[in-house]
């Protein structure tokens, strides 16, 4: 937990960063004060991780003061705002290293502060290790949306066991969302005790006062797994109050806190799907070595054609690769060809292990830790990991046995 301290003699501009501040879980608002010229001697008595700034109640005298901290403690990161932007420029020529223009979003804020306390050019040995490894993943989440090319082809399996795979590296850190938000059933694959839980609908409804605090109560911990899950809506009449606005400032609020987010979308290809697409940083477009499942994949890649930032991130995934009941005939090169685009991923057909799972609701690394499968969901996180294929990997409890 990061030290900060505050100056702001404007009381609803400091009730409102207090507020703020509060909601973000890695900082703690050690001291505030509301005069310009007392903020010194708050600095000597608490001795912060950083301060944060307003300029506008009285530019001349901020703007000295920043001069005079920026002299006097050259490793503490200086945060100044100000609504002016010839103020904060001058801000930086006096010794501020980082800034947020008002009107200042939780988004904006911890991203500035996050930003702060990474900067390289703080004294090393004001940080102790366990802060430099928290800092070392205080990085934005990579967003993988899972989509499927129709119902049955295996999305809530690929998100889960993945969600899964990549929490058992130690430093990885990973939320699991069930946006099939109408039938999404991410908490029958993988069992959630706590059944009181928070939604995303409960989310959405109270998006203007949505903070850190309120999104890690909805966050659902698997201990077996280490994954967090956020829920579908409880009831289907929720799903009407959803849209995409929510989404997107609920992401944005979850990549700050985990190194990895799976998404697991609906078929339906609605707007609050297509905002996950946007955001998403890899697509798996999930098929099955059948007709209608390829023939949709070429309508899903035709209908993203016009948006070109979306198309560059799919990647077409071939789930049970190797079941003759469902291959209907239909080869890996043939579906290729069909399909304009090399398959990114094959899934190894293995229904005795992933029926187990579903059961259980445990998945493949607890149900069936050695099973072909779960040894190709395991590769992969390594890939999203940043890991080659023969890097050795710290794994989290009895699953690194």
């Not at 608490?46 to 920026?70: G, I, Y």
Request: with cysteine.
């Amino acid at each position: 937990m990061q030290r900060i301290a505050i100056v702001d003699p404007v009381e609803s501009s400091r009730e409102s960063l207090r507020t703020m501040l509060l909601g973000v879980d890695f900082v703690w608002l050690e001291a505030e004060c509301t005069r310009y010229e007392y903020f010194y001697d708050v600095i000597k008595q608490s001795m912060p991780d950083l301060v944060l700034v307003n300029l506008d109640a009285d530019k001349v005298k901020s703007l000295q003061m920043v001069s005079h901290l920026a002299s006097q403690y050259p490793n503490l990161p200086i945060i100044t705002t100000s609504s002016d932007s010839s103020t904060l420029l001058q801000s930086l020529q006096r010794g501020a290293k980082f800034f947020v223009s008002p009107p200042i979003s939780l988004e904006d804020l911890v991203a500035t502060l996050r930003r702060a306390l990474n900067d390289p050019s703080r004294d090393p040995i004001n940080i102790n290790p366990t802060q430099q490894v928290n800092n070392a993943r205080q990085q934005p989440a990579q967003i993988i949306a899972v989509l499927g090319s129709r119902g049955g082809v295996g999305c809530t399996t690929v998100a889960v066991n993945l969600a899964a795979s990549l929490a058992a590296d130690i430093n990885n850190s990973v939320g699991l969302v069930d946006l099939d938000m109408a039938l999404g059933d991410v908490d029958v694959a993988i069992e959630l005790a706590n059944k009181d839980h928070i939604s995303i609908a409960d989310l959405a409804r109270n998006i203007e006062r949505l903070d850190m605090n309120y999104l890690k109560r909805a966050m659902i911990h698997h201990p077996e797994t280490n994954v967090y899950v956020l829920r579908h809506p409880e009831e289907m009449a929720e799903i009407s109050g959803i849209h995409e606005g929510h989404i997107e400032r609920i992401l944005n609020l979850l990549k700050i806190s985990y190194s990895h987010l799976i998404v697991d979308l609906s078929k339906a290809m609605l707007p609050t799907d297509i905002q996950v697409l946007r955001m998403a940083d890899t697509i798996l477009l999930l098929t099955q070595l059948e007709l209608s499942s390829l023939r949709n994949v070429i309508r899903i890649l035709h209908s993203l054609k016009e948006d070109p930032e979306i198309l560059d991130k799919v990647r077409v995934v071939c789930n049970r690769v190797g079941a003759e009941h469902i291959d209907g005939g239909i080869t890996l090169q043939k579906a290729q060809e069909v399909i304009g685009q090399p398959i990114y991923w094959q899934i190894p057909n293995d229904s005795k292990a992933v029926l187990t799972s579903r059961v259980t609701g445990m998945p493949l690394i607890g149900s069936a830790p050695k099973s072909r499968v779960h040894q190709s969901f395991m590769s992969q996180a390594q890939i999203f990991s940043g890991h080659t294929a023969t890097s050795e990997v710290k794994k989290r409890g009895w699953f690194g046995k």
